[in-house]
């Protein structure tokens, strides 16, 4: 099926730095998400961007966070700045209509 | 989410038997898609249904709109089935179910 690529794979970082996460969506994709996953939990919404513009955010996406795609690059979180609470796995998503492909996801160690 | 019900919440096979897990929205949704979450935490599409049912080797999903359910059957178990299952409802932003962990043994 479509490739969505998420670079890095595994990510640690010092508490209150600065991290950006980098989403590689499906070419002709025009919605994209990103989600949260603690380890053995649920997957949690963050937020979907549509057209240049975050369409919707859950109470997660904490006002630390952001998202964009400059010039239809790549699709990035950036979370500044990080917080222990922010380690998980966090899986980017890309969909032309209402079928979403997921990448494998960036595991984010906040120490 | 609070918008989608899975059960069982974790269920075990023998190989070769079969399953079926269910997901309960609580409003109406447009579509259901299924997801296998394997053992590295990849995310696999296993279904999408907007109506009716789809069929695609050992697995089978029915997605009733009507009644605001979907259910995902598993026939005949391999062990390479083992992970947690994931159904999520599509109106604007898929939301997941607490998903289901099946354990497939020999």
């Known amino acids: 099926g479509p490739k969505v690529l998420q670079i890095p794979s595994h990510q640690i970082i010092d508490m209150g730095q600065m991290v950006t996460l980098n989403c590689d969506p499906v070419?002709?994709?025009?919605?994209f998400y990103w989600y949260k996953q603690i380890l053995g939990q649920q997957m949690e919404f963050l937020v979907n961007f549509y057209n240049g513009k975050v369409m919707e955010k859950s109470k997660l996406f904490k006002d630390q966070f952001s998202v964009e795609r400059p010039d239809g690059s790549y699709f990035t979180l950036k979370i500044q700045p990080t917080a222990l609470e922010d380690s998980a796995v966090y899986f980017c998503?890309?969909?032309?209509?209402?079928?979403?492909?997921f990448g494998k996801g960036t595991r984010l160690t906040v120490v | 989410g609070d918008q989608v019900e899975q059960s069982p919440s974790a269920l075990s096979l023998h190989e070769g038997t079969g399953s079926a897990l269910r997901c309960n929205f609580t409003?109406?949704?447009?579509?259901v898609q299924w997801f296998q979450q394997n053992s590295r935490g990849s995310l696999i599409n296993l279904f999408y249904?907007?109506?009716g049912t789809k069929e695609n080797g050992r697995l089978k999903s029915t997605f009733n709109s009507k009644e605001s359910y979907s259910t995902l059957h598993i026939r005949d178990a391999q062990l390479e089935d083992s992970g947690t299952y994931f159904c999520?409802?599509?109106?604007?932003?898929?939301?997941f179910g607490a998903g289901t962990k099946l354990s497939v043994k020999p």
């Open positions: 998503a890309s969909s032309l209509d209402e079928e979403v492909f």
């Open positions: 999520a409802h599509n109106n604007n932003a898929p939301r």
């Open positions: 409003t109406t949704m447009r579509a």
């Open positions: 249904l907007a109506s």
């Open positions: 070419s002709n994709h025009l919605y």
